[in-house]
Structures are given as structure tokens and as C-alpha cells.
């Protein structure tokens, strides 16, 4: 009798131990299909431009490429025109395996630095000028990415200078949305932002006219991490 009482309490505690395992691997279940359906939610980013392929490109001979300045600047240095890039890495929220990422909403934000002389306005030519962004895929930033041709032009930026240290935006939805969807293996998103009428010139005063905007990373002022051009993005696997 002893006897079958312990195998009995042996039996028990065995099926006590087992059950205990699938109560385990049933909770770790329900939280990895947590983990699935969080996965598909509604989220949003803010990306900051990548240091390392932001700056600018100027129409010299022959064109002078800057990726490494404490700006970004857009317009004219002794009749000279720039034009400037933002680069942003969207690597981190790419989604894995056969999902798709589903734009909901990306707009792009700058900051004015600086301005230099009036480069908006018609005192020196007779065109009011205003800043665009164009839609491009340019890699790493090089001379050819100056005239190098657009995706899309997804807008006026700015069409005035702006108060110190002034916010430019730019809802971009559409155009991001478009590019993701149509392009295979697209690790960044990036903007090329110029003048319209911004041929070189020998124009004196407008040959100084400049926009100067915050980089990913200004070697002059560590302090500034609102101020670095963001691509804010709300977007959604599917």
C-alpha cells in the first residue's frame, strides 16, 4: 500500500511538473502573439539626418562636395550656387521577413541657422525666390548629386527666411509613401533642397545671398539635437 501511495504521488507530481510547463509555454505564447499584434500597430519616429551624407554641393569647376561643415548651406558664395542634401537612415524600421512598411504620415522638418544678404527676395534680380525639396536617392553624397535627377519634387520648404533659428516643414506623405512602394531595398530616405532660379551669377549682391540650415551634426555646437533636420515619420507593417 505504501508503495502505491508514492508512485502515486510520484505520478502526480510528475503530471503537476508538466502541467506547470505547458501553463509556461502557453503565457509565453500569448505574449509573443502580444509581441505580433503590437508589431503591426500604429508607430511613429522621428529620424535625424545622418552626418555622414548631409551637407552640401557647389556648382564650382569643378564641383566642391561638403559633408563634414558646421551648415548646410543653400545659395550663392561669390556667384557660386549650393545646393544642400539630408539624408535619413530608415534601416531601424524596415520590416522584416514578406511585411511592407505603410506610410500614414512623414513631414520633414529643417531649422534656419543663418541667412546671409536676402536670398528669398527679388532686391537684386527681380525673382522672389523659394526653397524647394526634391525627392532624390543619392547614396553617399558626391559632385553629380547636384544636377543629378529627381524623384519628385515634393514642394515648397520655405518661401521666406525665417526668425533665428526658425522652423521650415513639409509634409512629404505622399511622396515617401510612393518611393517605398514602387522601390526594392531602400535603405534611405533623402532630400535635395535648392533655390528655384539658383544658376550661378555674377550678380554681387545676390552672388552672397545664402540660407544656412543645421546639419546631423555641427562640429561647432554639440547642443543642438532639436535644431538637426528630422524626417518625423508615422507609419504602420502590413
Known sequence: MTDYLLNNKNVMKTLYSKLNMLIII??????????KKDDTGTKSVTLISDADNDGYVANSTPRMVNSAGASIIVGWTSGISSRGFVSFDITDIKPSGDKNMVIEKATLRI???DYNFLPFTGNYDGIMRVAEAYLVNYGTLDQADYSLA???NCGV???A????HGEASLDVTEYVADYLTEASGVSNIQFRIQF??????EN???GKARWYLFPGEDPDDEDYMDLKPALEVTFHYL
Open 111 to 113: 531649422h534656419q541657422k
Open 204 to 206: 554681387n549682391s545676390l
Open 150 to 152: 529627381a524623384i519628385s
Open 157 to 159: 520648404l520655405a518661401s
Open 161 to 164: 527666411q525665417l526668425p533665428f
Open 26 to 35: 502557453a503565457l509565453v505564447a500569448v505574449i509573443m502573439s502580444s509581441c
Open 196 to 201: 528655384t532660379n539658383d544658376s550661378n551669377t
